[in-house]
């Protein structure tokens, strides 16, 4: 269907696309993504010259980063950090933006989606299905991809705008495009650990030193153990009973809603036939249904939308709100191979027949139906032990008559920091901020209720804690004499190359060294020369004559020793040359819009909670 929006089509299925996909968003409902943030403190995360981060969108991205395997779960603390500042960073653009009178539309925000490539089909159309599921699997609802997507197209604006201003001159332009093609010709020699004629062994007082001055690397902070108990409805609802007549319900449900792929057959009314001319084409193709014809030969023969005709009739797998209410009464009432009545829309009558129904058997989907109404049924008695949890949880002393009142077993955590958090449930920051509260850990109480989803709440009681504090050398010491011996090899090493220099530039010969002569090089490298050495070897001067350039390179293995031994000019040639000028212009965008994100920030009132 949508690959008539892109060909600049007026058909019915064109016209209703854009204007449908916004019903089609609301069809997901409100957000589905966890709040962890929404029973403890302040909701913002941050504040920008008085807007709000709310800590739920800080999470939500949190746990798009975490569910799509970016990032590990033992980073997730660190991340959380740098999505703030990236926040912060888009929040001063999006303030930016919204002073200077930059606007996009809800109609262009649709053309966006449908133009996107990750969710059209191997015909290129746009696909609802494609468009659905690729959401959820990076953890957006559609109201929240459409924020997104808004909010980053009007700072793409100013980014774009800035970097039209970049500009290189044509002397630039030539002298850039020379200096890119510029090939060398050097050798270079790596010195490491093995190179020392003795390895490092480091003292005693080496590592005293090294620790005095280094005591901020080693102190741990405050940190925490606590009993807690865990209150899920899966719990509650292992003990709800489920009758077959119950599934049977959920699953008629489930059916009715479920997507469908449908055909159809327009015929269209206005200038060129009458509505009842219209009624009578389509009770013509009835008839000629009775008698056996084939739907999908009759959608070719009559139907007057081009772009599902060819196709018999095919309009893919839809979802209610896409094609209107009547056209959705209709076709989900239908089981599959039911062909409608005749149907008004306001692009004319048709004919619809739904060919399937994306669900599976109902035996099939026995045991997550069963489940599903379990949790239904369970709703009451969850929220009445939710409440039996808050009241005990408030009163009690201690948790274990908490636990014993509901059934619930008390676990014990090991030692974990407000940075760090602790283990499975622990790790929510709303469940850490409860066990480092004034209530929870200076007075010894028992936390308030947290919710860390839907359908689980926690309590925690501390049971043990320790002040930050500077962990002792005998604590640390591996973790000192590793980091020392590194740093006296570095030494020796830097002092092995800079001795190894002076004799090379003195025209002196130094044994020991293995060379590896590297022919025209160019700036791109490649995977088996160290980016070090390559760097060095384009910074060092042209040599004179017949003299080597000497210089050296920190690596990762050691201390690189470098001679340059030659260098060919690049020829400025007209697609070098653009290339350089695209690229140069480039970098000047960058520095241009870092600049400016840089400057909003130091002039913004940013507010950290």
């Known amino acids: ?30 957000e589905s993504l ?71 539309s809800d109609s262009q925000v649709d053309q966006l989606i449908v133009s996107i490539p990750e969710f059209q ?8 299905e ?68 003795q390895p490092v062994k480091p003292t005693q007082d080496d590592l005293q030193s090294y620790y005095e001055q280094h005591k901020d690397d080693f102190r741990r902070p405050a940190q925490v153990k606590v009993k807690y108990v865990v209150l899920n409805q899966s719990d509650v609802a292992s003990d709800v009973d489920v009758t077959e007549s119950q599934l049977r319900q959920a699953y008629e449900a489930a059916r009715q809603s479920a997507p469908r792929q449908v055909s159809h057959i327009l015929v269209t009314f206005g200038d060129d036939r009458t509505e009842a001319q219209a009624r009578q084409r389509l009770e013509e193709v009835q ?117 014993k009142d509901l059934g619930l077993d008390v676990q014990t955590s090991d030692w974990f920091s407000q940075d760090d958090g602790g283990q499975g449930v622990l790790s929510n920051p709303d469940v850490v901020a409860a066990a480092f509260s004034p209530d929870v850990l200076q007075d010894g109480y028992n936390s308030d209720v947290v919710t860390t989803d839907d359908q689980q709440r926690v309590v925690v009681r501390v049971v043990d804690h320790r002040d930050a504090s500077t962990l002792p050398l005998d604590q640390v010491r591996d973790r000192v004499s590793q980091a020392v011996t590194a740093e006296m090899t570095q030494r020796q090493l830097q002092a092995q190359a800079k001795q190894a220099l002076s004799t090379l530039r ?48 920190t690596t990762d293995e050691g201390v690189a020793l470098i001679g340059l031994e030659s260098v060919q000019t690049g020829k400025a040639e007209s697609d070098d040359a653009d290339f350089s000028t695209r690229l140069a212009q480039r970098v000047q965008a960058q520095g241009i819009i870092q600049g400016l994100s840089n400057t909003l920030q130091d002039e913004a009132k940013v507010e950290r909670n």
């Not at 559609?142 to 044509?170: I, K, M, Y």
């Not at 700036?523 to 004179?544: C, I």
């Open 506 to 553: 003195d025209g002196g010969n130094v044994e020991g060294l293995t060379w590896k002569e590297i022919g025209d090089a160019s700036r791109s490298g490649n995977d088996s020369l160290p980016d070090a050495v390559l760097q060095e070897a384009f910074r060092l001067p042209h040599p004179q004559g017949d003299a080597v350039q000497w210089g050296q390179a």
């Open 1 to 30: 269907m949508l690959q008539r929006i892109r060909e600049g089509s007026q058909g019915w299925v064109a016209k209703v696309i854009v204007g449908a996909i916004i019903v089609t968003f609301a069809l997901f409902g409100a």
């Open 34 to 104: 966890v709040s962890y943030f929404s029973n403890s403190g302040s909701q913002d995360a941050a504040t920008v010259n008085g807007d709000s981060i709310s800590r739920q969108a800080v999470e939500a991205q949190v746990q798009r980063g975490i569910r799509s395997g970016q990032v590990p779960p033992e980073q997730e603390r660190q991340f959380r950090g740098q999505v703030l500042d990236q926040l912060i960073q888009q929040k001063v653009l999006d303030q930016y933006a919204s002073d200077g009178g930059l606007h996009v």
């Open 287 to 403: 008839s000629k249904l009775k008698q056996g014809q084939s739907f999908a030969d009759l959608a070719k023969q009559y139907s007057d939308d081009s772009s599902s005709a060819g196709k018999g009739g095919d309009l893919g797998e839809i979802q209610k709100g896409f094609f209107g209410e009547a056209f959705d009464d209709a076709a989900f009432s239908l089981a599959k191979g039911d062909v409608s009545k005749i149907v008004k829309s306001q692009y004319g009558l048709h004919l619809i027949k739904v060919t399937n129904i994306d669900i599976p058997p109902f035996e099939q989907d026995k045991a997550t139906l069963t489940q599903q109404v379990k949790m239904e049924n369970s709703q009451s008695r969850f929220d009445d032990k939710v409440q039996q949890l808050t009241d005990a949880a408030y009163q009690a002393n201690d948790l274990q008559s908490v636990a």
């Open 130 to 197: 494609l468009f659905t599921n690729r959401l959820a699997q990076a953890g957006y609802t559609p109201n929240a991809f459409r924020r997104e997507l808004r909010a980053d197209t009007l700072r793409r604006q100013v980014q774009q705008g800035l970097a039209a201003s970049a500009f290189v001159l044509p002397s630039e332009k030539s002298r850039l495009a020379a200096l890119q093609q510029q090939q060398r010709s050097f050798r270079y020699a790596e010195l490491t650990p093995a190179s020392l004629s």
């Open 121 to 128: 089909d191997q015909d290129g159309r746009f696909s609802q």
